[in-house]
């Protein structure tokens, strides 16, 4: 199965491909329960949104989980995702310090780069809480030291989830 352009459709029983007037907050149900083959090329903020609620599975962790997942230069599927349990509430420099090696450890054994996803998983989460809005804020900030490229950072609770934006994560 393809789209109109030829690019694979990762076939959940979930259609990805809502109108551009729909809201992307909420999940219909079934609410894809894998990630996208590896290849597949995403384009749009739902598709990647898709692909990090499809990673976290239907089955969240009692504790907040960071999902680390990566795109080529072609925005295509990189068979790789790093789960990082156990956080804290607030971001501190012990968790913050590990997730920074991790990830520039696999972006350096990737010199022709690659776009880094992240899903910030809790059961109650998915929306714009206060812990979300603090790792996103932490994360942009250590993405930007690095010189990281991260195109999407979305929360995903059990039956929600929402991109996350700079501009709502400041205030």
């Given at each position: 199965m393809t789209h109109d352009d030829a690019r694979p459709i990762h076939d959940t029983g979930y259609d990805a491909r809502l109108p551009a007037t729909q809201s992307t907050d909420l999940l219909t149900r079934p609410r894809p329960e894998v990630p996208c083959q590896p290849g597949t090329t995403l384009i749009?903020?739902?598709?990647?949104l898709d692909h990090l609620v499809g990673l976290?599975?239907?089955?969240?962790?009692?504790?907040?989980?960071?999902?680390?997942?990566?795109?080529?230069g072609a925005r295509q599927v990189v068979p790789l995702a790093i789960p990082f349990d156990g956080l804290p509430g607030l971001p501190?420099?012990?968790?913050?310090?590990?997730?920074?090696?991790?990830?520039?450890?696999?972006?350096a054994q990737h010199p022709d780069g690659l776009i880094v996803l992240v899903a910030i998983s809790r059961p109650s989460g998915g929306g714009?809480?206060?812990?979300?809005?603090?790792w996103a804020r932490a994360l942009w900030k250590v993405a930007d030291d690095a010189g990281w490229t991260v195109d999407l950072v979305a929360a995903v609770g059990s039956d929600r989830a929402v991109p996350l934006d700079r501009a709502s994560c400041d205030r």
């Open positions: 749009t903020g739902r598709e990647v976290v599975g239907p089955r969240l962790s009692s504790s907040p989980v960071l999902w680390f997942t990566f795109l080529d501190s420099s012990g968790p913050v310090a590990e997730i920074v090696d991790v990830v520039s450890t696999v972006l714009l809480g206060a812990f979300e809005k603090r």
